[in-house]
T-cell receptor
């Protein structure tokens, strides 16, 4: 596709349920990032995939959060046993392995009720 | 330690005036890239400008310029001739390791700019 695609755009889930958020990066982009943004706040880094290297998971807030990237392309962020504090916009971005900008998707707005 | 620091939570400017948004960074890597993004109320992240650590000249893109002071580790964004549509959140970001393998893109906390008529 032309840009980074995230799905769903909105997700409402009950506390305690698991959710999966999907990111389709721009074709050919080897770097993929997940960020979380609470209302009116900055971007909190979650996880970074770079080619075949081990992902940088240093930003994942708890073991309820995990992510995978299959075939170096599509990525799924999974949140298990969701809590109300997980409510936020989850942004995905991709970039080339070069000093160029990262392109962002439109985000998934997650609401845990 | 914070990698990227934006000390101005909010800034106000009148239309047609210039405004400078501050950004300082912390790295020991000699090779890095600095980025500015704009996030309007719609939520999309819009790339504005990039500065490489080895670039000799300050980056410019239309009304945006980056005042790169390497020794001070600052990368301030200058917006000239502000427009009402410039009202948004602005984020400074850094990516280290251009020579040794790129690391993650790290963002500052942002500055909210309000342009008044």
């Amino acid at each position: 596709g032309a840009g980074v695609s995230q799905s769903p755009s909105n997700k409402v889930t009950e506390k305690g349920k698991d959710v999966e958020l999907r990111c389709d990066p721009i074709s050919g982009h080897t770097a993929l990032y997940w960020y979380r943004q609470s209302l009116g706040q900055g971007l909190e880094f979650l996880i970074y995939f770079q080619g075949n290297s081990a992902p940088d998971k240093s930003g994942l807030p708890s073991d309820r959060f995990s992510a995978e990237r299959t075939g170096g392309s599509v990525s799924t962020l999974t949140i298990q046993r969701t809590q109300q504090e997980d409510s936020a916009v989850y942004l995905c971005a991709s970039s080339l392995e070069a000093p160029t900008e990262a392109f962002f998707g439109q985000g998934t707005r997650l609401t845990v009720v | 330690a914070q990698k990227i620091t934006q000390t101005q939570p909010g800034m106000f400017v009148q239309e047609k005036e210039a405004v400078t948004l501050d950004c300082t960074y912390d790295t020991s890597d000699p090779s890095y890239g600095l980025f500015w993004y704009k996030q309007p109320s719609s939520g999309e992240m819009i790339f504005l400008i990039y500065q490489g650590s080895y670039d000799q000249q300050n980056a410019t893109e239309g009304r945006y310029s980056l005042n790169f002071q390497k020794a001070r580790k600052s990368a301030n964004l200058v917006i000239s001739a502000s427009q009402l549509g410039d009202s948004a959140m602005y984020f400074c970001a850094m990516r280290e390791g251009a020579d040794t393998g790129f690391q993650k893109l790290v963002f500052g906390t942002g500055t909210r700019l309000l342009v008044s008529p």
